[in-house]
């Protein structure tokens, strides 16, 4: 059973626009949020992280949702620009801990 | 800070036979962690080590996959015999601290003919 789906496996958005990626979760364990990017033949890196005590966690044009009574977190990429183009992973975890359980990933790609 | 390191970068093998990959982790970091990504897919935790020690491998399917990590840095995956399913990239990660994000190797990627 998938505990973290990514529904969308790609997006495309015009550059300067806001990209909207999506993550539901079905485990209510889940206490710790994270989104990963991944460009082709690297590994993952962090993007950005979410306590399930906040809503709302902000970095730069990077912005992360958290609706847990939805089981539900978004990331937000306002503006968006032709180097976010990428692979963008959600992930999840208990008690704030490291062991991750990851979505499928959605693909960014952001149109000059 | 050197990153997490891995080697081969790709391997080719045939089904039934086996194959080693290697990983040296972000000096310091005491946690490493083994995952598996097929095509299409997210990265799938295969196995858990603090220090030399497993924490977590119940997802490790134990039959042909063995991992070690000796003196507590680097550390190895083996596959024995390998299946046409094991075809992935297989990435190294490591972290500090509990709590702290992972910091992710460029992977092996690995086919199996």
């Known amino acids: 059973d998938q505990q973290v789906k990514q529904n969308s496996p790609s997006l495309s958005v015009q550059e300067g626009r806001i990209s909207i990626l999506n993550c539901d979760y079905t485990n209510s364990m889940f206490d710790y949020f994270l989104w990963y990017k991944k460009y082709p033949a690297e590994g993952p890196t962090f993007l950005i992280s979410i306590s399930s005590i906040k809503d709302k966690n902000e970095d730069g044009r990077f912005t992360v949702f958290l609706n847990k009574s939805a089981k539900h977190l978004s990331l937000h990429i306002v503006p968006s620009q032709p180097g976010d183009s990428a692979v963008y992973f959600c992930?999840?975890?208990?008690?704030?801990?490291?062991?991750?359980?990851f979505g499928g990933g959605t693909r960014l790609m952001v149109k000059p | 800070e050197a990153g997490v390191a891995q080697s081969p970068r790709y391997k080719i093998i045939e089904k039934r036979q086996s194959v080693a990959f290697w990983c040296n982790p972000i000096s310091g970091h005491a946690t490493l962690y083994w995952y598996q990504q097929i095509l299409g897919q997210g990265p799938k935790l295969l196995i858990q080590?603090?220090?030399?020690?497993?924490?977590?491998d119940s997802q490790l399917p134990k039959d042909r996959f063995s991992a070690e990590r000796l003196k507590g840095v680097d550390s190895t995956l083996k596959i024995q015999p390998a299946k046409l399913e094991d075809s992935a990239v297989y990435l190294c990660?490591?972290?500090?601290?509990?709590?702290?994000?992972?910091?992710f190797g460029n992977g092996t990627r690995l086919t199996v003919t």
């Open positions: 992930a999840a975890t208990p008690d704030a801990g490291n062991m991750l359980t």
């Open positions: 080590f603090q220090n030399n020690g497993v924490v977590d």
């Open positions: 990660a490591s972290t500090r601290d509990r709590g702290a994000p992972l910091h």
